[in-house]
């Protein structure tokens, strides 16, 4: 069924069945283009449309479970929208998710406001320490959340380090960059103002961004945890994407520290190691500017 495995197929139908009744059937399968890790695309069937997502079960092992709890932690907070877990299994070497099918559209209007205002929402949600209960993913990279008091720590231990030592012991990145960090890692207590420990999305770009039917945003794929809720704010600068109306927005709602563009510079080199990490050498130029600058104030 254009390009849908046989067993995969089959295995939905019948947990599909159990949720909504035997008379449900699998009408057809359109793959979506764009995922680097997992095949994904929308299946069509006698009870509507639903999203899936298959990857191999022993390269990301339980990747779908630990992303079926992110999105109904997400979920439960009723400050914006995430899509339903339908089911999680596992067939042959497959894993798979099935989620709620959103109809994305382009934003209009109040969407971007919207955001900010959900987003803050998100992050008035908050903890005693800084991490999770549980490890889980970033991209197709293992994400440690050791918890702990201190957010300057917790970054440091469970951000910085294990994907630099992953770069480092995988030849993508130079001894020196150990050094270069271990530098920067000294001046972070300055840098790094004190602050409660915030529910962040974890991997907040534009195309874990959606806009439903209803010109509301719908947030997918989190690497959830508690951290400095500035780090959402930095991802979203990353890439790009985001409307200048939704950063004037939430700066009004939550107020930043003085020092903010550095401090998100800081938080940035997380997802630029892990790019590094996944997609090699072409990220190396933007994380040595941000280590350029730091090592110029030091």
Same mark, same amino acid.
């Given at each position: ?210 806009? /439903?039917?209803? %010109?509301?945003?719908? +947030? ?5 945890? @508690? $951290? =400095?809720?500035?780090? &959402? ?31 998100? /510079?800081?938080? %940035?080199?997380?997802? +630029? ?5 996944? @997609? $090699? =050498?072409?990220?190396? &130029? ?13």
């Amino acid at each position: 069924m254009n390009q849908l495995p046989t067993s995969i197929q089959e295995a939905t139908q019948s947990l599909l069945q159990k949720k909504f009744g035997n008379n449900l059937i699998i009408k057809s399968f359109s793959s979506s283009a764009g995922g680097c890790i997992n095949h994904g695309g929308r299946l069509h069937t006698s009870h509507g449309s639903f999203f899936i997502k298959w990857n191999d079960a022993i390269r990301f092992p339980n990747m779908f479970n630990v992303e079926a709890s992110g999105l109904g932690f997400l979920k439960n907070t009723k400050t914006i929208r995430i899509p339903d877990v339908i089911a999680v299994g596992e067939v042959d070497t497959f894993q798979f998710i099935i989620l709620e099918y959103i109809e994305s559209q382009r934003p209009t209007g109040t969407f971007w406001k919207s955001l900010a205002e959900q987003l803050a929402q998100l992050h008035a949600i908050s903890d005693n320490q800084f991490g999770l209960d549980h490890n889980n993913y970033m991209g197709s990279l293992h994400q440690r959340n050791d918890q702990t008091t201190s957010w300057t720590d917790f970054f440091i231990a469970n951000r910085l380090q294990v994907q630099l030592k992953l770069a480092v012991d995988s030849g993508k990145l130079s001894n020196t960059y150990v050094t270069r960090f271990e530098k920067l890692y000294a001046q972070l207590p300055s840098l790094l103002p004190d602050e409660k420990a915030s529910l962040v999305h974890g991997d907040l770009w534009s195309g874990n961004l959606l806009c /439903d039917e209803q %010109n509301q945003p719908c +947030l997918i794929d989190p690497a959830v945890y @508690f $951290g =400095s809720h500035e780090v &959402d704010l930095a991802m979203t600068k990353l890439f790009g994407g985001f409307d200048p109306e939704f950063y004037d927005v939430f700066s009004a709602l939550s107020p930043a520290a003085p020092g903010l563009e550095e401090r998100m /510079d800081i938080y %940035n080199l997380y997802p +630029l190691l892990v790019h590094v990490n996944l @997609f $090699g =050498s072409s990220y190396i &130029d933007e994380l040595d500017a941000i280590l350029k600058g730091f090592e110029q104030i030091s």
